[in-house]
DNA sequence: CGGTTTGTTCGGTATTGACCGAACAAACGA
DNA sequence: TCGTTTGTTCGGTCAATACCGAACAAACCG
């Protein structure tokens, strides 16, 4: 098997595991590639080309993409077409959106918790943990953010 | 709007945060009405009437919450019947599944970084960046998790 | 001006899978 | 043993949507 066809089978494992996060296959696919082409940047033909899908399925990609910040557009000097590459905080943002869903379930909770109003204590425990228990990660998670940011500076990852 | 069409709206909520987390619509209604219900335990047939979902639907998605350790099956003596309720360690459950993440996309960085092996450092950036966040925040969960259970403890949600 | 490159939008197709009703199964009670 | 309760499985339908090809749009170059 060639390097060209293992990176193609890396793509996809890359793509199911995305599609298995709520986007589309081909919107998996074109970060798998972001994350092993060479070089690190590619322009929309050049997806077209390397990934097989059509025009339209990347172009589509590419905007639900940019518009998750998880890849960013790009462009050079003198030259008037378009680059894109998996955004430098792709992952911090994947981290936010799993932060937001824990503000949801929270917020899930207290909705309920009104409903019980006047219910036995018993009955409520169950949102009650719920609730606390999301507000406790909630909580939690910006400074677990933090600490990756210094260790990621250290680390010299910085420019990325 | 009476309590009990208060309730179904507020299970349409729970059911649709679930099914944008992966699981049916019909189950994350179960989830929903085993949230605020009463009593909080019931059986297959209370399901059917409460959310007019079939007898098939809810077997179903009976079946799956409790493959996933979300519902748990409840019964008593002199009782033949089966009540369904959410399970007690359902979030920290939902917790370890997000840990399992972390630690396929740290798997999957690291299967890029062999694909690359030889690359220039540079272009290995992006995946080294992947692989060690993750591989972060996967070390720092189960202490977050083990911080929550002693909270809980001292909140008195043990019997939960 | 054509023509080429680059990219988006639109309509149609095909696949997926959630859901339901009905048939089936099993356990129990009269 | 028959009927009732309880629950599962099966087949079919319907809705959602990812994807593609083709038409369209815009920017640039000869």
Redesign the pocket.
């Known amino acids: 098997m060639s390097a060209h066809d293992k990176k193609l089978a890396y793509v996809e494992q890359v ?1 199911l595991y995305f ?1 298995g996060v709520g986007l ?6 074109v970060i798998g590639w972001l994350l092993v082409c060479d070089p690190p940047h590619q ?3 050049e997806l077209v080309e390397a990934l ?12 639900d993409l940019t518009g998750l910040y998880l890849v960013e557009r790009f462009s050079r000097p003198g030259d ?4 894109y590459r998996t955004a430098k905080d792709m992952w911090s943002r994947s981290f936010r959106a799993r932060m937001h869903q824990l503000a949801e379930l929270r917020q899930l909770a207290e909705r309920g918790l009104s409903l019980l109003d006047g219910e036995a204590e018993v009955d409520r425990k169950r949102l009650l943990f719920m609730r606390d228990m999301n507000a406790f990660m909630e909580e939690r998670f910006p400074a677990l953010l933090d600490e990756w940011d210094a260790i990621k500076t250290a680390k010299g990852y910085d420019e990325l």
Do not use: D, N
Not at 24 to 29: E, I, L, N, S
């Open positions: 793509g599609e589309t296959r081909v919107a998996g696919r322009q929309q033909a097989g899908a059509s025009k339209s399925s990347i172009s589509v990609a590419l905007k008037r077409r378009t680059y």
